[in-house]
């Protein structure tokens, strides 16, 4: 079984920064895709930030430039570096990983329980 532990989320004000750390556990072979994607309540969960294996990255419109996501493979982990946070941002921020395992030798989703970040105006 694989464990995603997400951490770093609270409460900031308008146009300071966080920074979101996500540590995957288990019997892990190898790891493709990492992302971040969040979610408010009443609306469906929404792509942040992706990260390949070769370092490719992919942001939503509304992060560009603001947020950056990076991976440590060693680590297993996954993060995200946010700057001048909005209002906007507001939402539970959930890690997700594409992970292979000896029990289970194919890829597949894992997620985390999800982080709170509040941004205050």
């Known amino acids: 079984q694989v464990q995603l532990v997400e951490s770093g989320g609270g409460l900031v004000q308008a146009g300071g920064s966080l920074r979101l750390s996500c540590a995957a556990s288990g019997s892990i072979v190898s790891i493709d895709d990492m992302g971040w994607y969040r979610q408010t309540p009443g609306k469906q969960r929404e792509l942040v930030a992706t990260?390949?294996?070769?370092?490719?990255?992919n942001y939503a419109n509304s992060v560009k430039g603001r947020f950056t996501i990076s991976r440590d493979a060693a680590k297993k982990s996954v993060y995200l570096q946010m700057n001048s946070l909005e209002p906007e941002d507001t939402a539970i921020y959930y890690c997700?990983?594409?992970?292979?395992?000896?029990?289970?030798?194919?890829?597949?989703?894992?997620w985390g329980q999800g982080t709170q970040v509040t941004v205050s105006s």
């Open positions: 997700n990983q594409v992970v292979r395992t000896w029990q289970r030798p194919y890829y597949t989703n894992y």
């Open positions: 990260i390949t294996s070769s370092g490719s990255t």
